[in-house]
């Protein structure tokens, strides 16, 4: 492999970090931040870092897989991380920042001295227009490459068509499976 193909699947592999980072985000506010592999030996009782600091590593990693990975792939490459589906991680992270669960003075549960794991701690308007920035640049990306929402004039057939339709024109990343024949035994 060349180093700049070396540096896409890094940039891949941060994405898809950056994803999974997102994911707990939501679901459990501040996680702990794992930069490297755990040896047997090393201590395994990291402590969750606070949401804010959770937020600005999903961030990190967007920024940093954005700087690398190609706008779009060809077809023979369906499937694999581009920049927009970068950019909507990255705009889906803000928006549940911006969201009141989070963006608050208070937290929806009192969790005593570790109430930064699941709050703000200030309700800040600012994560709104952080968020609506980060949608906006996935829209401008979309525009850009050929990606849009499907839009015959009958709601019900765009609904079924938009999942039920692989590789229509709303699908910024998906799994593309080449094979003929599966075992799942």
Do not use: H
Request: hydrophobic fraction near 45%; glycine fraction near 6%.
């Amino acid at each position: 492999m060349s180093q700049s193909e070396k540096d896409v699947i890094k940039a891949e592999a941060t994405a898809l970090i950056a994803y999974r980072y997102m994911g707990m985000f939501y679901r459990y506010g501040g996680v702990p931040k794992v930069t490297k592999t755990f040896e047997a030996s090393d201590d395994l009782t990291a402590g969750r870092e606070t949401l804010e600091n959770t937020l600005k590593y999903i961030l990190e990693l967007c920024d940093e897989a954005l700087a690398v990975l190609p706008a779009k792939w060809d077809a023979a490459n369906t499937g694999r991380m581009t920049q927009g589906a970068v950019l909507a991680i990255k705009a889906r992270a803000l928006m549940y920042a911006a969201r009141p669960l989070f963006n608050s003075a208070k937290p929806y549960l009192d969790n005593g001295e570790n109430n930064n794991l699941i709050c703000f701690g200030t309700a800040d308007k600012e994560r709104w227009s952080d968020a609506i920035d980060a949608n906006e640049a996935v829209l401008t990306w979309a525009a850009a490459n050929g990606v849009a929402l499907i839009n015959t004039g009958d709601a019900f057939v765009d609904y079924a068509t938009a999942p039920s339709t692989p590789a229509n024109k709303e699908i910024i990343l998906a799994f593309k499976n080449n094979s003929t024949a599966q075992d799942y035994s």
